[in-house]
Every structure is written in structure tokens, then in C-alpha cells.
């Protein structure tokens, strides 16, 4: 088996052609896709921070009075009322709020700015100096209180006007989405525990949305290397299936088989033979791209163990797609399958975004190319570079495993065991 | 050793090769000769194990080798009629390559690899690339391959297709010794008649996928004891002459290549009068005529009405 695959690796390190095509093609293409195209991604990905207002209406003193007044007049006990004012002032979400906007985590993407009143914040509006604001009405947390501790009242409301409806009035409003719903949930636990679980005052804790409004920028070089990457691999596997069809043609696989070799080692050392070389034939993209554009050169250990992985498991699916066309070849005796699949290699590269975003496609063409091994790929490349987790991308990853099993299961089936022995 | 019976191979409804016997005794030479599209390749490809036939059995030493490849291949060497190695890599890299999956390795490897280099005399272009290489190096390094497991049963297609006088020499000389000298049991397919009868001590003649005749060298001539070959070389071939010498009766066969007329014509016939008469009525100028012994060619010829290379 080993001699198989190092004499596949030999042969392509003398067949120019082919290195060419599959080393040194992604590189050029990204050069050029990179250079050519890379403003255009930098004005698409780049988010510049934006200024927010926040009108507070609201003393706390002054709601907390109330409430105590409130609950006096409900004929609760004093202990019971000293209880339920410590655990008010504590899950306060006006404060809750003010903590999140002056949160790290938000400094890149917007900044606050205090307005004394309401029409202050229209003004600003109507200058342009801030396009949303956040308004706390008067008695918000009191109302909030009521609510969540003695059932009256209808909730706090909370004010939020936008005039921006881009991509920063969406962020916005995923922010205040975000706090409201984890504020009644956390509040909502904490009451049926009877306060046992506390309503989390840890502002990082109000949202995801937060964290997934901050992905890094994607420039033009990392975005093609991916594209030239993915789309490059997928053309190893006709590349090593015309070889495996020359070689029966040849005669040498017949040689092969007198030696007492079995006819399923020879297609498991395609398949290992493709998986292996689509991994160098990337990693070796990756590197070349990080060391003269620095591509991914900011990045840390974990980005790299899982772009090793993502690297790992598409190259299996090359891999599995050569001993597919190897099986269909041999058992078909013609070439053209593989020749057919080679034609179409730029389509699935289309379709799986390798040469333009997938986000300008319609929503139908999208699901398609998230469906398609390669955009799948991308999809889970892109995601990894913005933030993500080798977790959060697994959903991705795991159709490029399933569609790796479901070739490698066909190929087996359909080698032409028999005729060849 | 090798008995094969019945042997049939159709693909689809093209029947390649029907009702082939034929036996190998060890350390023979035997050749199976015939024309392009006889069925030579298809024969000895169901022979090595590599193409199941549609009918027939084949046993090497009494056991039947389809049911039980592993008999045969562990002994079979094949010189495939393609050149049926790795032209981007070396001859020592397709030889260390092929000892490898045969099992070979370390000096036992190395050992074998330079004798069999020298045996093909390619010892001083080892490192080179085999695109680099001639038609007759590469067939050389072809055989050379098939011999790196010690083969004991050899079968050679073709060998020396598309090469120069010089390289077919070597490679003829090469198989001579393979078995005169190893003992090597050798299975020769050509459509060249006087490689097989340098070559071997018995022969098959397939025509159309059947084994039309077979027997010695010696047996097959006497097919034909009774009559005799005719060379005509003229000017210029005129289809008038050949009308009438097909049409004269004790001319057997006649047979057609570039300048010359070849014909079958019963012994002891006197029959060069009247190819004299008809060449000067059909005008074709008579450069030389020869009255030879049959060879193979003359039996194929004899057999079929059609020459080797038609």
C-alpha cells in the first residue's frame, strides 16, 4: 500500500502539468483575484464603529422607593420586603443595560453617548451626529420589578429608534434583541428558583448576537485563498483517476494484480493517495499564502489545529471522490466520466462561492452551494476565520463527512472486483 | 505444465476467440502466431489471469487456475504488448517499484534489480527517465520488469512491436537465452513468422479467433510437402496479371505486397511458362523469380489466403 502512494507522489513530482495545475494555478489565481479584487472585499467585510445614543430617564432611587412603597402596601412582611429589594438592586436592568453599551466587547462596534433628553437625541439624529438611539423611560426598571416580582404591570419598555436601516441598525437592534430575551430568562429562573439561581449581572453573558456582530473582516487574499483552495483540491481527483484509468489501459495495473495484489487495496491507496495530496496540495496553499501575503499570519494555535482538521476532513472527501471516479472508470472502461466531473469542477467552484461571495447569490442558489462539497468547505473556512469555533462549524463539516462515507461506499460497490481478479 | 480447453471469449456479441486448446509443456518455447485481430492478446490475457473467459478451462499442473489465480501469478511473469510501466519515473524506480509489490527488498532488491539491468544491458541508463528512453530501450525495460519475481512462465505479446532491426535482435537473442539458458517456459504471440521460427519449438497459427493449426516447425511445413512457393518481383503490380495468375490452374494461392507477387502452386507443376505468357500480355515487366521452400508465412498463406501482416 505504501509503495502505491509514494509512487502516486512521485509521479506527480515529475509530471509538470500537474503540478502546475494543482500547486502552483491556486497560487497565481489568488495573486491575481487578490490584488484585483481586494478593496472591493475590504468595503464589504469591514465594519467602521458607530455612534449610539442612550437618553436615561431613570433614577434608580427613585424607582426602588416605589417599589418598597408598593410592596408595603401589598402587606408583606419586612423581612420579605428587604429580600425582594436586595435581589430588585441587584437584577436592576437599567444597570444591566449601561453595563452592556460600555461593555469591551461592543468598543469596536459602537460607541455611547449620553443625550439629557429625548429631544437632545432627536436633534443629534437630525445632524446626522448619531443615526439610533436607546431611550430608558422613567419608570423602567420599576415596571420591570413589578413585572417579573409581583406579576402587575404589563413590563418595562424600552425605546429604540434607528434611522440607520443597514447593517448597523440590525446590529443594534440584535444588541437590545439579545439583552431583553437573556434579561427574562435569567429574571424568570431566578424568581422560580426562589433565588437560587441568580439573574447573571455579567454583562458578557447578555447575548451571542453580541459576540457574532464582532467576526473579524475577511480580506480578498484570505477569502481566495480558500476559493483557489477548495476549487484546486477537487481537481485531484480526476487528475488521480485519469492516472488509475492510464494505468489499466497501460496494462500496469494488470501487472499489479499478478503480483497477488487485491483489486480493493489498489482503490484504497487512490483514495488514501488523494486524500493525502489534496492535504499537502492546501496546506502547502496556506503556507505560501501566509508567508508572502500573511494571511492568516495573526492567528492563533486554535485557528490553526482547526483549519488542520477542516484541512483533514475535505481532503478525506477528495480523497473519496478519486476512488469514486477511479471505480466508475474501471468499471465503466472509459475515461469520459472522469474527463465529465473535470468539466464541471469550475461549476461546483461557482456555485460553492470560490469566486464570489455566496451572500450575493439568491437564497435558493445559496442552499445549493452550502449543499456542494466544496462551498460547504469554504462556508466552514470563512466561518473559522471570522471567530468561530471548530464546534460551531461542525454542522458544515459534517455534510463533507457524509457525502465522503456515501462516495467511499459507492466506489467499493461499484469496483469492479471480479473482472479484474 | 499449462493445459488450456475450449477457451471462448465474447464481448457482447463479438465472439474474439472460440474452441482455443492448447498445451505448454515446461521449459518449452511455443509460439502463437497470427495476423492483427486474431485473438493472440485476448488468449494470453485469459491465460494470465486477467480476463475471465466466457467458456473453457485453463489448469497449470492439473489445477484450475480461474477458480485459484493465486496458482499461477505467483510464477507467471507478462510482457504486456503496451509498455506497461511508469514513463515519468526511471527504469530503477519502475524496477525497485515492481520487486517492491512482488515482495522483494533491501540488497535482495538492489541485487536483483542490477542483474536483471544488466540481462536487458541498461545498466548505464538505470537513472534516466523512461520517456527519454528508444522504442527498443523501452521494450527492453518492459521485459526487464516482468523478470524482477523470477518468473518460470513467461508470456511475451509482442515484444518487439514498432522497433528497429538492431533492438528486435537483442530482445530475440535476449528470449533465446531466457530460455535456453534459464529454463524459462516461454508463451511467444507475434505476427512476425520469422520471430517464431527463430524463437520457438512449437506453434500455434489463430486466424479469427481459433487455433487453425499447430504442431513443430517441421510438421507445419509438411502441411505443405506437396507444393511449393513462387516469388514474383515485377515493376509494377497490374490487377490484369493478378486476374490471371488467380484464374491458372495449379496456382493455389495468390498473395500481394508492394512489388511482389507471392504464390502457392502445386510441386512439380511447370507453370513458369505461363506466367511468363500472362505477364507479357497484361505488359508488367518481371524484375526476378524465386522458387523457395515454405516457411510459416507460406502455411499461413496456405491456411488462410491471406499473408501475416494483411
Not at chain 2, 273 to 293: L, M, P, W, Y
Request: net charge negative; glycine share 6%.
Amino acid at each position: 500500500m505504501f509503495n502505491l502512494i509514494k509512487k502516486d507522489f512521485a509521479i506527480l513530482s515529475k509530471t509538470k502539468s500537474d503540478l502546475l495545475e494543482l500547486l502552483f494555478m491556486p497560487f497565481i489565481l489568488l495573486i491575481i483575484l487578490g490584488f484585483s479584487l481586494g478593496n472591493v472585499f475590504m468595503s464589504e467585510f469591514s465594519i467602521d464603529t458607530f455612534k449610539v445614543g442612550l437618553v436615561n430617564e431613570q433614577t434608580t432611587a427613585k424607582s426602588l422607593d416605589r417599589f418598597e412603597a408598593d410592596l408595603q402596601e401589598d402587606g408583606l412582611p419586612a423581612p420579605a420586603i428587604a429580600e425582594l429589594l436586595t435581589a430588585a438592586e441587584e437584577s436592576d436592568p437599567e444597570k444591566a443595560l449601561t453595563r452592556l453599551l460600555q461593555d469591551e466587547s461592543l468598543e469596536e462596534l459602537m460607541e455611547t453617548q449620553n443625550f439629557d433628553s429625548e429631544k437632545a437625541a432627536e436633534e443629534a439624529i437630525a445632524s446626522e451626529e448619531i443615526r439610533s438611539y436607546i431611550r430608558i423611560p422613567e419608570n423602567f426598571s420599576y415596571n420591570a420589578w413589578k413585572s417579573l416580582y409581583l406579576n402587575e404591570e404589563n413590563g418595562a419598555e424600552l425605546i429604540l429608534n434607528t434611522q440607520s436601516d443597514g447593517i448597523t441598525g440590525n446590529i443594534l437592534q440584535s444588541v437590545v434583541n439579545s439583552f431583553i430575551g437573556q434579561y427574562n430568562v435569567e429574571s424568570s429562573i431566578a424568581i422560580a428558583t426562589q433565588g437560587e439561581a441568580e439573574v447573571s449581572t455579567d454583562s458578557s453573558e447578555y447575548g451571542e448576537v453580541v459576540q457574532l456582530s464582532v467576526e473579524e473582516p475577511i480580506n480578498a487574499f484570505q477569502y481566495y485563498t480558500i476559493g483557489m483552495g477548495v476549487m484546486f483540491a477537487l481537481f485531484t481527483a480526476p487528475s488521480l483517476a485519469t492516472r488509475a484509468f492510464k494505468e489499466k489501459e497501460q496494462h500496469v495495473f494488470g501487472r499489479m494484480m499478478l503480483s497477488g495484489m487485491r483489486p480493493l487495496t489498489y482503490l484504497v491507496s487512490k483514495f488514501i493517495s488523494g486524500t493525502s495530496i489534496t492535504f499537502v496540495q492546501l496546506i502547502t496553499l496556506f503556507t505560501l499564502s501566509t508567508v508572502v501575503f500573511g494571511t492568516f499570519a495573526d492567528k492563533e494555535l486554535g485557528f490553526w489545529i482547526a483549519l488542520l482538521t477542516l484541512t483533514a476532513s475535505y481532503a478525506l472527501f477528495v480523497g473519496s471522490l478519486t476512488s469514486i471516479l477511479t471505480s466508475v472508470s474501471l468499471y465503466s472502461n472509459n475515461s469520459s466520466t472522469v474527463g465529465f466531473f473535470g468539466s464541471f469542477v469550475s461549476v461546483f467552484a461557482f456555485l460553492g462561492g470560490s469566486f464570489t461571495p455566496v451572500d450575493q447569490f439568491s437564497e435558493a442558489l445559496k442552499k445549493v452551494g452550502n449543499w456542494t462539497p466544496n462551498g460547504a468547505a469554504m462556508t466552514s473556512y470563512l466561518q473559522l476565520l471570522q471567530g468561530f469555533s471548530l464546534q460551531e462549524v461542525f454542522p458544515l463539516m459534517s455534510r463533507i463527512i457524509t457525502l465522503t462515507v456515501i462516495a467511499l461506499v459507492v466506489s467499493v460497490w461499484i469496483f469492479p472486483k471480479r473482472r479484474l481478479e | 505444465m499449462l493445459e488450456v480447453k475450449n477457451l471462448k471469449k465474447t464481448f457482447k456479441k463479438t465472439v474474439a476467440v472460440e474452441d482455443v486448446d492448447l498445451y505448454i509443456e515446461e521449459g518449452e518455447s511455443v509460439g502463437l502466431l497470427g495476423p492483427n485481430g486474431a485473438g493472440k492478446s485476448t488468449t494470453i490475457s485469459m491465460i494470465s489471469t486477467l480476463l475471465p473467459p466466457t467458456k473453457g478451462t485453463i489448469k497449470y499442473k492439473g489445477k484450475d487456475v480461474l477458480k485459484n489465480p493465486d496458482e499461477l501469478r505467483p510464477i507467471l511473469g507478462v510482457v504486456p504488448q503496451d509498455i506497461a510501466i511508469y514513463g515519468e519515473l526511471s527504469a530503477y524506480a519502475n524496477m525497485k517499484f515492481f520487486g517492491k509489490i512482488y515482495g522483494l527488498s533491501g540488497s535482495q532488491l538492489e541485487k536483483k534489480i542490477q542483474e536483471i539491468l544488466e540481462l536487458v544491458g541498461l545498466s548505464d541508463r538505470q537513472k534516466d527517465v523512461v520517456d527519454t528512453y528508444s522504442g527498443g530501450m523501452k521494450r527492453r525495460i518492459n521485459i526487464a520488469v516482468a523478470l524482477m519475481h523470477n518468473p518460470e512462465f513467461l508470456i511475451m505479446d509482442e515484444p518487439t512491436v514498432g522497433i528497429d532491426p538492431q533492438s528486435r535482435n537483442y530482445i530475440l537473442n535476449m528470449v533465446k537465452r531466457l530460455n535456453g539458458e534459464k529454463g524459462i517456459t516461454i508463451l511467444y504471440t507475434s505476427h512476425y513468422m520469422e520471430e517464431v521460427e527463430k524463437l520457438c519449438d512449437r506453434v500455434y497459427i489463430m486466424d479469427h479467433g481459433r487455433i487453425i493449426a499447430s504442431g513443430t516447425k517441421e510438421e507445419l511445413k509438411n502441411i505443405l510437402s506437396n507444393e511449393e512457393t513462387i516469388v514474383i518481383e515485377v515493376a509494377e503490380r497490374k490487377q490484369a496479371f493478378t486476374d490471371l495468375l488467380v484464374s491458372q490452374k495449379g496456382i493455389n494461392q495468390v498473395a500481394e505486397e508492394e512489388n511482389n507477387y507471392q504464390l502457392i502452386v502445386s510441386k512439380g507443376d511447370q507453370l513458369l511458362g505461363e506466367i511468363f505468357e500472362q505477364a507479357r500480355q497484361t505488359n508488367v515487366k518481371i524484375k526476378s523469380i524465386h522458387i523457395q521452400t515454405p516457411t510459416l508465412e507460406d502455411v499461413f498463406l496456405h491456411l488462410t489466403g491471406r499473408k501475416l501482416r494483411d
